[in-house]
């Protein structure tokens, strides 16, 4: 592949999404000059892209979408049947420039290929940031002039690299929200609903790896905000709501963390019909269910196999969806939060770290062995006979772990999660740690409950934990 080749296929990439982005927007303002203009102008640019490259078929699609656009502007409009010809023609030049460039739709070859060296790196670098914490806890004890100094001077230093690196990571995350309007859309139109969708935070820089295993959640969130949450348009027309339904998606970056966001203003959930759901499906009895306060009745939609759904459709009543997107944050070390107002609508709240290659956690001791909990599922910790007399719900991690050796639980780690206080006994907590997560074995890897291992300051290897695989 030439180097002008592959500048093109970037350029039609996002000339493509724009296009996308524009034709969307056409179809609730059909009368916007401007949007007309800057579609026509985009199907103008594809086709001139198309042709220079000799791709006589996508500039001959690009063409028919541009003669489309061409009537519209000078009706002054765009009738709705043109959007959707003009979706398949754009759809159409997408296809024939993947097919020429025999690259993934996301990102091309070469990027992906550079990617492993970067990830090398990276990894390194997390090691000489343990390193230094090896060596910071060797010099406590030591009386070498001016080997406190060093230390932070290398300390500044392996931070810098490290960042550095970590930014020529970083995505931004429109390169996956930029594919949900036209999900959103199609989804809605195959309801008979009609939807916008607004994103803000696209150009929030994400990891990589983040980013790519971010996608599947967010679009079960999605699925399940159109396909619960969304009324019909009559139905929403009766509660005295405009007839369009509005899902936004915000994303907030807060330092080491990211903060996603997925709102809509639909009907809410009826906790009742929830509790009862629950009830018949056999998770739990009539009596606990009753005793659920608005919380814990919305864990229940996490939990697997749970579906208001009497029915299979396309899209629900398999009884996958949240418990999926709730496995896979918690498993990444994030948090996953619900909240409903009936009649106007559910909030979902996903925690994320910003980065999979350093992660922030708690270590704890259990049976003389060290583990790892991820920072941002801990709400605080506390004595143990303090926990009970809060009402949390006790849970021996050493039970959970079927931990070997001599354990004595005097503290307790509240856990932040929806749903029952929940709080983890240990036998000690040695305070938090900067951990670069190693894979393990395949047949250790297999364990529930185990996400990695890692070594610690003081050189000892400690397993670091996936607390949701631990807890149903």
């Avoid at 025999?102 to 990894?123: E, F």
């Avoid at 918690?330 to 709240?349: F, I, K, Q, Y």
Wanted: charged share 25%; proline share 4%.
């Amino acid at each position: 592949m030439t180097d002008g080749f592959a500048i093109f296929l970037d350029e039609a990439r996002d000339a493509l999404a724009a296009l996308e982005r524009t034709l969307l927007a056409l179809e609730s303002r059909p009368g916007d000059r401007r949007v007309l203009d800057e579609a026509f102008r985009l199907a103008h640019t594809l086709k001139g892209m198309a042709a220079t490259f000799g791709l006589a078929a996508a500039a001959e699609a690009a063409h028919a979408a541009e003669s489309v656009l061409a009537t519209a502007r000078t009706r002054g409009k765009a009738e709705p049947g043109e959007l959707q010809t003009l979706l398949a023609a754009r759809d159409r030049v997408e296809a024939l420039v993947q097919d020429a460039g025999s690259v993934d739709p996301a990102r091309g070859t070469t990027v992906r290929v550079d990617t492993v060296r970067l990830d090398a790196i990276v990894d390194a670098l997390g090691e000489l940031v343990v390193a230094k914490s090896r060596l910071e806890e060797i010099a406590r004890d030591a009386t070498v002039p001016g080997l406190q100094e060093a230390i932070d001077r290398l300390d500044r230093l392996a931070k810098d690299l490290h960042g550095a690196a970590l930014k020529a990571r970083m995505l931004p995350l429109s390169i996956i929200t930029d594919r949900f309007p036209r999900m959103v859309r199609d989804l809605a139109r195959a309801q008979g609903k009609d939807v916008d969708l607004l994103v803000a935070g696209r150009e929030v820089e994400l990891d990589r790896a983040v980013v790519e295993q971010l996608a599947d959640p967010l679009l079960h969130v999605l699925r399940n905000a159109v396909d619960h949450g969304l009324e019909a348009p009559e139905e929403r027309r009766a509660a005295g709501k405009p007839p369009r339904g509005l899902v936004r998606v915000s994303v907030l970056r807060e330092h080491a963390r990211v903060l996603v966001e997925v709102v809509d203003d639909g009907r809410g959930v009826d906790v009742e019909k929830v509790r009862a759901r629950g009830v018949a499906l056999g998770m739990l009895g009539a009596g606990d269910a009753a005793r659920l306060d608005e919380g814990g009745a919305l864990a229940l939609l996490c939990r697997p196999g749970f579906s208001t759904r009497e029915s299979v459709t396309a899209t629900s009543g398999r009884g996958v969806g949240l418990d999926a997107v709730k496995a896979w944050v918690e498993g990444a070390g994030g948090s996953l939060r619900l909240s409903t107002r009936p009649g106007h609508g559910t909030t979902v709240r996903m925690r994320l770290p910003v980065t999979f290659a350093l992660l922030h956690g708690l270590v704890v001791v259990v049976g003389g062995e060290r583990y790892v909990l991820p920072l941002d599922i801990v709400a605080t910790t506390l004595d143990l006979a303090a926990a009970r007399e809060a009402g949390f719900a006790i849970t021996d991690l050493g039970e959970l772990l079927a931990a070997p050796g001599a354990r004595r639980p005097r503290f307790a780690v509240a856990l932040e999660r929806q749903g029952p206080r929940v709080a983890l006994a240990v036998d000690d907590i040695t305070g938090n740690a900067e951990c670069v997560v190693k894979r393990v074995h395949r047949r250790v890897a297999e364990v529930p409950g185990v996400a990695g291992a890692t070594v610690l300051g003081d050189g000892r290897v400690a397993v670091v934990l996936d607390v949701a695989a631990l807890l149903p």
